[in-house]
């Protein structure tokens, strides 16, 4: 235990009445909870194990109660019991489509599997299931939602609004948080969404106060285009990593695939309305292809036009293909099949409402 001086009292988490001091360090500092083994045993069988030991292993103690030293981070173990104790404070990690989730509240959702704080490990379990797609409808109508925010989006007066994808979710962090918690339904949209950001848009780097100069193949300067999405890549693990360039390249291979089987219009011309929407397909990296796909098929033309019926064979291929791209993700970037047992005893999960139209946080 740390000497008297270097401890702090966590003010709100500390009462008098207490039965047991919990100790825990962040950042050099020791933070000292005083609260209630009742308390704690109730909401976790952990906890309740904990205190209930024999007093053949002594504890130490602490201003006059029982004291243990949590290897947890203090900041961790502060948001675990905060919850525990101000249950509003669980309502504000619940809110629809908060984007820093996966940062903000990867430590207590770590803790809550740890300590089997069963309540609260259900609660944000269903929250990021909630807010990752796991259908094209779902992807779809996000997708809507971010391209209404990105034309909402008027230069703004502060630096830090200009990043429109801070009301967005981000896919690395996700990834990141769904590897640690075992969350692999959120993996399949997480991966995709991230198979569509440049790996030169580094969330960080281009948020701090000297952001890198982009430049094309030629070393050209990019202009970069507020709006443009950026992700945290540094989270992403080797594997992660790996899985990515899997997908990419999976990817790339399904567009050329609907180019080739879709074949030339009769016209036989390149400035042919077919041939140019099939040039869309072959972009390659950094594109959305379910969003090209999504344009070409809804490019319409006039029945009596000479390419009409080309066009119109490519357009329903690539609306039939969407479905079909969606449905290999897992494959294409190398994830766990999902499996909707596999969650052994959450049955009895929870189910947040639908995140539509809610409004986005932005903190
Ligand atoms: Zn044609």
């Not at 919990?22 to 045993?41: C, D, E, I």
Request: proline fraction near 5%; hydrophobic fraction near 40%; glycine fraction near 4%.
């Amino acid at each position: 235990m740390a000497a008297e001086h270097e401890i702090s009292r966590q003010q709100d988490l500390y009462y008098a009445d207490g039965s047991v001091v919990l100790f825990a360090a962040h950042a050099g500092q020791t933070h000292a909870f005083k609260v209630h083994k009742s308390v704690l045993g109730s909401h976790s069988r952990v906890f309740a194990d904990m205190f209930a030991l024999p007093s053949a292993t002594e504890l130490e103690t602490y201003d006059g109660v029982d004291s243990v030293n949590m290897p947890d981070d203090a900041k961790d173990l502060e948001d675990l019991l905060r919850a525990l104790y101000y249950p509003a404070t669980i309502l504000s990690m619940l809110e629809n489509r908060n984007p820093l989730a996966a940062m903000k509240y990867r430590g207590i959702f770590m803790l809550s599997q740890k300590y089997f704080v069963r309540v609260l490990q259900k609660l944000l379990r269903a929250r990021f299931r909630a807010d990752w797609p796991s259908t094209l409808q779902e992807w779809d109508k996000l997708m809507e939602q971010y391209d209404s925010l990105s034309e909402s989006t008027v230069p703004q007066h502060d630096a830090a609004s200009q990043f429109v994808d801070n009301r967005m979710l981000e896919p690395a962090s996700a990834i990141r948080l769904a590897r640690e918690a075992n969350l692999p339904e959120i993996l399949p949209a997480a991966f995709y969404m991230l198979s569509t950001i440049s790996p030169f848009m580094d969330f960080d780097s281009l948020r701090s106060g000297s952001p890198p100069t982009l430049t094309d193949s030629e070393g050209n300067v990019l202009v970069w285009v507020p709006g443009e999405r950026t992700a945290r890549w540094g989270l992403l693990t080797p594997s992660d990593m790996m899985c990515l360039m899997r997908g990419k390249h999976y990817l790339t291979e399904f567009a050329q695939k609907i180019d080739q089987e879709a074949g030339r219009c009769l016209c036989d011309t390149n400035h042919c309305v077919q041939y140019i929407n099939r040039r869309k397909l072959l972009k390659g990296p950094t594109q959305d292809l379910l969003r090209v796909l999504n344009e070409i098929g809804s490019t319409v033309t006039p029945a009596h036009y000479s390419c009409h019926d080309a066009m119109h064979m490519l357009a329903s291929r690539c609306i039939e293909a969407r479905s079909r791209l969606w449905e290999n993700f897992c494959y294409y970037f190398g994830l766990p099949d999902i499996d909707d047992d596999q969650n052994d005893d959450d049955s009895d999960d929870v189910a947040l409402g639908d995140p539509e139209g809610a409004e986005f946080r932005n903190e």
